[in-house]
């Protein structure tokens, strides 16, 4: 962080700001309580952030939801701004809120604040309850106060409800037995009356209302224990013309248990001693059981009325102070990640959007956030971060549990980073997670890096092509072998099969002057490198810069697009992708980014030798080059071209050197082959022309 600057324009009102800069943007320093008073006359133009989502934040999120009043899922700058005034109303030194403690001190609390004054006296309240001798609540505290304070409301309301008694009770304490015996038969004993007015209706129409010897001759030879359901379905008693229901006789049997209890309950006390009911009888039963059903479930919509609201006028004290020790204990840390950006650039805290790290080829990934389950849309989205993003699916068998990540990797190099790699992923639990690599999104993370990227992806294409084509003639000489052997097989089965067409001939003239094209091709591409050699290795400096400029050509574009990118390099729009509303660059430049990626070190000590080691790759460098050069210097010297300077060794009578000697022959044989093909190829035009 840069040194603060307070000569910058003021915000809306006469509040006086501080200003820094981080990341290479200037930001506005929230670092005194009075800064959070004035919150609300800071110009929104210079806030940091403008929206962020309630959930996948690594911070609690019942402070977000405190904080989001309109329950839409997303914190803005206006209910920042009110949560920072009326937390500021209700302290006694906003400065405290600086602090970030999950407690508050009775003498803290703002006594000029009438909501100030009530939440002392609330919390006052919570520690006698809980006896507590002490004149600090904590949030922890209040928590289990809570908790247990909702348990024994619930419990008080059963008692409550339990003991429930209604001054119209009909049956004295059966009333609640008897409503549960006459609902049991109330729909059994209706229809049987009205069995009985059919029977008025028709006469013949009692044998159809009664239950028909045919249906009981079904079952007879059953065990009417198991038919017990079918029986029940038979009606309640024989219908009568009369319409009296029998109380002492003669009801069906799978119905004699509840119509017993009705009996002793009700009929008993009602119309004791009598031997049939009427159905005005029975009506007049069933009024006074709905009279007093109606009367006490008004008598329990009462208890549970009070009981809401002596609830609710309980928690509307108690939840300001929930919502009090929450802000006291976050909220400074939500506008370090809001208003300023400031902890993603503390090396020392993890922003809020941290999720934890990855490790990944020996590489620790600090610079990791939650993403949803449309990981192609996300990516889609962060489109124009010029970072590397590497997408990752991770899972807990602890938790039992699945999410997807973004990890930015921001140094080192990016050969063994690709789809389907495993990793493993810590929260900031310390939670491990299995982690496999879904996406990727390349950019480049150096300039050193891009420097050689032009060379791997030309070595990767080699590889590719090479490995290409020796699987295809690999493929071509295994199916060539294949069919000799099977025409070979299908001569010796068929010897009377016509023989093979015998090839043709080689015909030299017809290719003649493909001959003499490469052969002319051939020299002028010597003469031409022969010329280009001599013209760099005039001298060794030209030499120098004549590869120079080659490596520059090659990596040169490389490089400078990689520098435009990493200046560039943006976290906005990753934000932006996770519902974020990013009012300003979050630049992640290189020094910066250093500090995001840790990469493996080891200790500087003197181990064994590791006989199974690899060459190094400075020596195989080496080696190539040195080839490279001694090429270069052969073909120099064979041509004549150190004569001109007076080194006596460059000198050496070249033609009776050993080395020469090979040169020599060679150069014979090659002119002799020359001199035969030229020939070949005189007499086959003369062959052909006399032919025409």
Same mark, same amino acid.
């Given at each position: 962080?840069?040194?603060?600057?307070? %000569?910058?324009?003021?915000?809306?009102?006469?509040?006086?700001?501080?200003?820094?800069?981080?990341?290479?943007?200037?930001?506005?320093?929230?670092?005194?309580?009075?800064?959070?008073?004035?919150?609300?006359?800071? &110009?929104?133009?210079?806030?940091?952030?403008?929206?962020?989502?309630?959930?996948?934040?690594?911070?609690?999120?019942?402070?977000?939801?405190?904080?989001?009043?309109?329950?839409?899922?997303?914190?803005?700058?206006?209910?920042?701004?009110?949560?920072?005034?009326?937390?500021?109303?209700?302290?006694?030194?906003?400065?405290?809120?600086?602090?970030?403690?999950?407690?508050?001190?009775?003498?803290?609390?703002?006594?000029?604040?009438?909501? !100030?004054?009530?939440?002392?006296?609330?919390?006052?309240?919570?520690?006698?309850?809980? !006896?507590?001798?002490?004149?600090?609540?904590?949030?922890?505290?209040?928590?289990?106060?809570?908790?247990?304070?909702?348990?024994?409301?619930?419990?008080?309301?059963?008692?409550?409800?339990?003991?429930?008694?209604?001054?119209?009770?009909?049956?004295?304490?059966?009333?609640?037995?008897?409503?549960?015996?006459? &609902?049991?038969?109330?729909?059994?004993?209706?229809?049987?009356?009205?069995?009985?007015?059919?029977?008025?209706?028709?006469?013949?129409?009692?044998?159809?209302?009664?239950?028909?010897?045919?249906?009981?001759?079904?079952?007879?030879?059953?065990?009417?224990?198991?038919?017990?359901?079918?029986?029940?379905?038979?009606?309640?008693?024989?219908?009568?013309?009369?319409?009296?229901?029998?109380?002492?006789?003669?009801?069906?049997?799978?119905?004699?248990?509840?119509?017993?209890?009705?009996?002793?309950?009700?009929?008993? /006390?009602?119309?004791?001693?009598?031997?049939?009911?009427?159905?005005?009888?029975?009506?007049?039963?069933?009024?006074?059981?709905?009279?007093?059903?109606?009367?006490?479930?008004?008598?329990?919509?009462?208890?549970?009325?009070?009981?809401?609201?002596?609830?609710?006028?309980?928690?509307?004290?108690?939840?300001?102070?929930?919502?009090?020790?929450?802000?006291?204990?976050?909220?400074?840390?939500?506008?370090?990640?809001?208003?300023?950006? /400031?902890?993603?650039?503390?090396?020392?805290?993890?922003?809020?959007?941290?999720?934890?790290?990855?490790?990944?080829?020996?590489?620790?990934?600090?610079?990791?956030?939650?993403?949803?389950?449309? /990981?192609?849309?996300?990516?889609?989205?962060?489109?124009?971060?010029?970072?590397?993003?590497?997408?990752?699916?991770?899972?807990?068998?602890?938790?039992?549990?699945?999410?997807?990540?973004?990890?930015?990797?921001?140094?080192?190099?990016?050969?063994?980073?690709?789809?389907?790699?495993?990793?493993?992923?810590?929260?900031?639990?310390?939670?491990?997670?299995?982690?496999?690599?879904?996406?990727?999104?390349?950019?480049?993370?150096?300039?050193?890096?891009?420097?050689?990227?032009?060379?791997?992806?030309?070595?990767?294409?080699?590889?590719?092509?090479?490995?290409?084509?020796?699987?295809?003639?690999?493929?071509?000489?295994?199916?060539?072998?294949?069919?000799?052997?099977?025409?070979?097989?299908?001569?010796?089965?068929?010897? !009377?099969?016509?023989?093979?067409?015998?090839?043709?001939?080689?015909?030299?003239?017809?290719?003649?002057?493909?001959?003499?094209?490469?052969?002319?091709?051939?020299?002028?591409?010597?003469?031409?490198?022969?010329?280009?050699?001599?013209? /760099?290795?005039?001298?060794?400096?030209?030499?120098?810069?004549?590869?120079?400029?080659?490596?520059?050509?090659?990596?040169?574009? %490389?490089?400078?697009?990689?520098?435009?990118?990493?200046?560039?390099?943006?976290?906005?729009?990753?934000?932006?992708?996770?519902?974020?509303?990013?009012? %300003?660059?979050?630049?992640?430049?290189?020094?910066?980014?250093?500090?995001?990626?840790?990469?493996?070190?080891?200790?500087?000590?003197?181990? %064994?030798?590791?006989?199974?080691?690899?060459?190094?790759?400075?020596?195989?460098?080496?080696?190539?080059?040195?080839?490279?050069?001694?090429?270069?210097?052969?073909?120099?010297?064979?041509?004549?071209?150190?004569?001109?300077?007076?080194?006596?060794?460059?000198?050496?009578?070249?033609?009776?050197?050993?080395?020469?000697?090979?040169?020599?022959?060679?150069?014979?044989?090659?002119?002799?082959?020359?001199?035969?093909?030229?020939?070949?190829?005189?007499?086959?035009?003369?062959?052909?022309?006399?032919?025409?």
């Amino acid at each position: 962080m840069s040194k603060k600057d307070t %000569s910058l324009s003021k915000g809306k009102g006469q509040y006086k700001w501080q200003y820094c800069s981080l990341g290479g943007t200037k930001r506005v320093c929230i670092t005194r309580g009075e800064d959070i008073a004035h919150l609300g006359e800071l &110009d929104q133009k210079l806030w940091t952030v403008l929206s962020c989502p309630v959930k996948g934040l690594e911070l609690d999120e019942r402070t977000l939801d405190l904080i989001d009043y309109d329950r839409d899922g997303k914190i803005r700058a206006d209910e920042v701004i009110t949560a920072a005034n009326w937390l500021c109303s209700v302290v006694k030194d906003k400065n405290m809120i600086l602090q970030g403690h999950d407690y508050i001190d009775l003498a803290d609390f703002n006594t000029d604040n009438e909501e !100030g004054v009530q939440m002392r006296d609330c919390a006052a309240e919570v520690l006698k309850i809980m !006896g507590l001798e002490k004149t600090t609540i904590t949030l922890p505290e209040l928590n289990e106060f809570l908790e247990n304070y909702d348990e024994n409301s619930a419990k008080e309301l059963e008692t409550n409800l339990e003991n429930l008694t209604v001054a119209t009770a009909p049956y004295g304490a059966n009333s609640d037995d008897a409503v549960a015996a006459v &609902d049991a038969i109330r729909d059994k004993v209706t229809d049987y009356f009205l069995r009985c007015k059919f029977i008025q209706f028709h006469d013949d129409c009692a044998a159809a209302l009664d239950v028909s010897v045919e249906k009981v001759a079904e079952i007879s030879e059953k065990n009417f224990a198991t038919n017990i359901e079918e029986i029940s379905k038979y009606p309640l008693s024989k219908p009568r013309a009369d319409a009296l229901l029998p109380i002492k006789e003669g009801i069906n049997p799978a119905w004699q248990a509840q119509f017993a209890k009705v009996k002793e309950l009700v009929l008993d /006390v009602d119309y004791p001693g009598k031997d049939t009911l009427t159905e005005a009888e029975w009506n007049a039963v069933v009024e006074k059981i709905d009279a007093y059903v109606a009367a006490k479930d008004e008598e329990t919509k009462s208890i549970n009325e009070g009981h809401e609201e002596r609830l609710t006028n309980e928690h509307d004290v108690i939840k300001p102070l929930e919502r009090l020790l929450h802000l006291y204990r976050d909220f400074y840390t939500l506008l370090r990640n809001y208003v300023a950006m /400031v902890d993603f650039y503390n090396k020392d805290i993890a922003a809020t959007f941290q999720a934890g790290q990855l490790y990944i080829d020996s590489r620790r990934l600090d610079l990791c956030l939650k993403v949803g389950p449309d /990981v192609a849309k996300h990516l889609d989205n962060s489109e124009l971060s010029d970072m590397f993003l590497v997408y990752c699916k991770c899972t807990s068998r602890v938790k039992n549990e699945t999410m997807n990540i973004v990890a930015v990797l921001t140094s080192g190099d990016i050969n063994n980073i690709r789809v389907g790699k495993n990793a493993v992923f810590y929260d900031n639990s310390g939670q491990d997670w299995d982690a496999v690599v879904t996406h990727v999104k390349e950019n480049p993370i150096s300039v050193r890096e891009a420097f050689w990227s032009p060379y791997r992806k030309f070595g990767r294409w080699c590889k590719e092509k090479f490995t290409k084509s020796a699987e295809e003639k690999e493929a071509a000489a295994f199916e060539n072998l294949t069919t000799k052997a099977d025409a070979t097989t299908a001569a010796v089965a068929a010897p !009377g099969a016509a023989p093979a067409p015998a090839k043709k001939p080689f015909d030299i003239a017809k290719f003649a002057g493909i001959f003499a094209a490469i052969g002319i091709g051939l020299g002028m591409i010597i003469q031409a490198l022969t010329g280009i050699l001599g013209a /760099v290795f005039h001298s060794f400096l030209s030499a120098v810069i004549f590869i120079i400029i080659i490596m520059l050509c090659i990596s040169g574009p %490389s490089m400078v697009l990689a520098w435009i990118k990493l200046r560039g390099r943006n976290l906005g729009p990753v934000l932006n992708a996770n519902g974020w509303a990013i009012n %300003s660059k979050i630049i992640v430049n290189s020094r910066f980014g250093r500090t995001l990626t840790q990469r493996a070190k080891y200790p500087a000590v003197v181990m %064994s030798k590791d006989p199974y080691a690899p060459m190094p790759k400075w020596l195989l460098w080496i080696i190539f080059i040195l080839i490279v050069l001694v090429v270069v210097f052969l073909v120099l010297y064979f041509n004549n071209y150190f004569d001109r300077f007076n080194i006596e060794w460059l000198h050496y009578d070249k033609a009776n050197s050993w080395i020469g000697k090979i040169f020599g022959a060679v150069s014979e044989e090659l002119a002799e082959a020359g001199e035969g093909l030229n020939e070949a190829v005189q007499e086959a035009a003369e062959t052909a022309a006399s032919a025409q």
